[in-house]
């Protein structure tokens, strides 16, 4: 099975950055899609940005003009690099992907960072 293991959240003002990378452990998977989603206490997970293994990206609105994701192949790495935070930024960051391998395919999360935006 895949396994992800995300780093690089924490504590930062208002208009600071944060680079959050999610390392991927293929165990023989094709990874595809690699992607961040993120979930504020009491509202639903939502997708923040996405990359294609082509390096075709895809952003919410919400932080278009702020975020930028990245991804080494050969590390099997997906990077987001937050800029310009806000408050409503604060959430726990989910890293998940595509994997497919002989025909079957799935999406396996990561356990989350999390990422708060102070005043």
């Known amino acids: 099975q895949v396994q992800l293991e995300e780093s690089g959240g924490g504590l930062v003002q208002t208009g600071g950055s944060l680079r959050l990378s999610c390392a991927a452990s293929?165990?023989?998977?094709?990874?595809?899609?690699m992607a961040w989603s993120r979930q504020a206490p009491g509202a639903r997970r939502e997708l923040v940005a996405s990359?294609?293994?082509?390096?075709?990206?895809s952003y919410a609105d919400s932080v278009r003009d702020r975020f930028s994701i990245s991804r080494d192949n050969a590390l099997n790495t997906v990077y987001l690099q937050m800029n310009d935070l806000k408050p409503e930024d604060t959430a726990v960051y989910y890293c998940?992907?595509?994997?497919?391998?002989?025909?079957?395919?799935?999406?396996?999360w990561g356990q989350g960072t999390q990422v708060t935006v102070s005043t």
């Open positions: 998940w992907c595509t994997a497919t391998n002989m025909g079957y395919s799935y999406t396996p």
């Open positions: 990359i294609d293994s082509d390096g075709t990206t």
């Open positions: 293929e165990n023989g998977w094709k990874i595809n899609v």
